[in-house]
């Protein structure tokens, strides 16, 4: 009864969204960024409950930094949905409006998926991301965030919810499930009669348990096991920072890189350099035998190594000695995420972008920006790796349908 209540209120919510207007949306979305701010002492306190569990149970410091809520992130959240506030609403576009020789004039119209939950781990800022979009898009969210996270979660919906209803808008238009038993997120997945779209974020094990147990549709947000391949004509001075920024800046980000590959041509030069940035940083290297010969910083690596999405202070380093072999271990071990190439010969840049398989394909830049703030979405719903509906960063289009629309004068079918 508890999932029921909740996606009833949802679904009717959802129904008053798709009739509001553009106005009324950008308003509230407004009002929701400069109360997080105002609101921010009192969320950081719940948010200190949640960091002091973490760290009681032994969560790792990457992923501290993901749960972690600072006066700098509030600022950079509350910015995503000003952003998001200035791009042009999706909802009520007509395309594609061609006349039909019996006369018929029809067209396709973009409009709200409906209800869209969304379960997710240790990650308070997605509860922010994911509001905005959703809400900009005219649907409703139903939010299922990790055991890690509830405390920070229930007072950033409280914040949100309160901001909604005081522009006379229905709250509902967010919900977080607050019952953390894992059970109930079994039932959430199979909530076909509320749900129209689920969306996991997170690790591999939750991706996986969505998809296997879903009934509900579902957009699948990968893992990133992300690459960076030095090519034999690449500029170290660039693919040094390049590494550096791509593995180090975060480590806990699904875009951060976890694996090296490097042109034998240019390995004798690149690998003693990009060791020793690395090691300086306290980052295990993980490399094969031909890696080895380079640098004593790289330990033993084995082929689990090639595909771990390690999320810690450690990097795989695979030596090829060709493009050709570079391209087959990148899809062969990648996620289907994020991947670069370093190089400064054109030809090899567009084969790599033509046969790497993944949602984002780089030339001389770090993984890093695949982001939807980074891609000027305002904020992102999650990292497709899967082809149908969306891949890649998914903005306000990921987040809606069309319906075709179709005008007459009195046709009929004989």
């Known amino acids: 009864m508890y999932l029921k209540e909740i996606g009833a209120k949802a679904k009717l919510a959802s129904r008053y969204m798709a009739k509001c207007s553009t106005e009324l949306k950008n308003k509230a979305l407004l009002k929701v ?124 919906v409280k914040s949100i919810r309160e901001s909604l209803k005081s522009l006379s808008i229905d709250e509902n238009a967010i919900s977080l499930i607050e019952n953390t038993d894992r059970k109930l997120a079994i039932e959430f997945m199979k909530m076909n009669e509320y749900l129209d779209l689920l969306i996991p974020r997170g690790g591999a094990g939750l991706i996986r348990n969505v998809v296997l147990n879903a009934t509900v549709p579902v957009i699948e947000t990968g893992t990133g096991n992300c690459h960076i391949y030095v090519d034999k004509d690449a500029d170290l001075d660039k693919a040094i920072p390049i590494i550096n920024n791509a593995k180090l800046q975060r480590l806990g980000v699904c875009n951060a890189c976890e694996s090296l590959v490097i042109h034998k041509d240019i390995a004798e030069k690149a690998i003693p350099l990009i060791a020793a940035d690395l090691s300086k940083h306290e980052c295990e290297i993980r490399g094969d035998e031909a890696s080895k010969m380079y640098s004593n910083c790289i330990n033993d690596c084995t082929e689990e190594d090639f595909g771990t999405e390690y999320l810690d202070k450690i990097i795989s380093v695979k030596t090829v000695s060709s493009l050709d072999e570079a391209i087959e271990h990148i899809n062969k071990y990648s996620t289907g995420h994020s991947e670069a190439i370093i190089t400064e010969s054109y030809e090899a840049s567009q084969r790599f972008l033509n046969e790497v398989d993944s949602a984002c394909v780089y030339v001389n830049a770090s993984t890093r920006f695949t982001d939807g703030f980074m891609f000027g979405f305002g904020a992102e719903i999650g990292i497709s790796t899967q082809k149908l509906h969306a891949r890649g960063p998914m903005g306000l289009l990921a987040l809606t349908s069309t319906k075709y629309i179709i005008y007459g004068n009195g046709q009929i079918r004989e």
């Open 33 to 156: 960024a400069d109360d997080l701010i105002k609101n921010q002492d009192e969320i950081i306190k719940a948010n200190k409950i949640d960091i002091d569990n973490a760290v009681a149970d032994g969560m790792s410091a990457a992923l501290l930094d993901r749960l972690t809520l600072t006066p700098e992130r509030f600022e950079l959240m509350a910015e995503g949905i000003r952003q998001v506030v200035l791009l042009d609403d999706p909802i009520g576009e007509v395309t594609g409006m061609k006349k039909r020789p019996n006369g018929l004039v029809i067209g396709q119209q973009r409009v709200p998926m409906g209800v869209i939950g969304i379960i997710y781990e240790s990650r308070p800022n997605v509860t922010v991301d994911a509001f905005a979009l959703t809400f900009k898009t005219g649907n409703a969210v139903i939010l299922r965030g990790g055991s890690d996270c509830i405390y920070s979660n229930i007072a950033l």
